[in-house]
T-cell receptor
């Protein structure tokens, strides 16, 4: 079965600083990959998904970007963080029977 | 209107109680539905898929009503360990999953 690694686990960054969050997947090849954000008291919001290397679909226009340089690597970035970028960032890939399998997440606090 | 809506709760119930959560969805083209469980500060984990015929997994029963566009989750004989947030999820298109904001459950001793 697949395993998703995300790092860092927690991050505190000042407003205006850059961001790079990494997600790697083991145990599957050429998976669809997803980035979600869960803001405090809110539901999971799909940010980006990728069906293959170099292919990124953006769901919500915002201050973030994503890249997929390798089959099992998905990166979330920002050039300048905003306060509103704070949240719990989750990487996901498909599980059995159309389910979603999540990584452990990165908790980001922008001050 | 949100694509997937849930009562945020919290639902505070005593141990042993039966509790039911409902979820409504607006996209009639959604094909698949799920319930996820999310513990505090953790990632969501699949609880169960939801089938039109209804399905049961131990103390948990899920139902889907396509005509009324709602999904339900019934938990019988609640345990302290059932305390969590329960997320209703529907698919939207081939690659997308739409999550509700979740219903918080607290089971009290």
């Amino acid at each position: 079965s697949q395993t998703i690694h995300q790092w860092p686990a927690t991050l505190v960054q000042p407003v205006g600083s850059p961001l790079s969050l990494e997600c790697t997947v083991e145990g599957t090849s050429n998976p669809n990959l997803y980035w979600y954000r869960q803001a405090a008291g809110r539901g999971l919001q799909l940010l980006f998904y990728s069906v293959g290397i170099g292919q990124i679909s953006s769901e919500v226009p915002q201050n973030l970007s994503a890249s997929r340089p390798q089959d099992r690597q998905f990166i979330l970035s920002s050039k300048k963080l905003l306060l509103s970028d704070s949240g719990f960032y989750l990487c996901a890939c498909p599980g059995p029977r159309e389910t979603q399998y999540f990584g452990p997440g990165t908790r980001l606090l922008v001050l | 209107r949100k694509e997937v809506e849930q009562d945020p709760g919290p639902f505070n119930v005593p141990e042993g109680a039966t509790v039911a959560f409902n979820c409504t969805y607006s996209n009639s083209a959604s094909q698949s539905f799920f319930w996820y469980r999310q513990d505090c500060r953790k990632e969501p984990k699949l609880l169960m898929s939801v089938y039109s015929s209804g399905n049961e997994d131990g103390r948990f029963t899920a139902q889907l009503n396509r005509a009324s566009q709602y999904i339900s989750l019934l938990i019988r004989d609640s345990k302290l360990s059932d305390s969590a947030t329960y997320l209703c999820v529907g698919t939207s298109g081939t690659y997308k999953y739409i999550f509700g904001t979740g219903t918080r459950l607290k089971v009290l001793a």
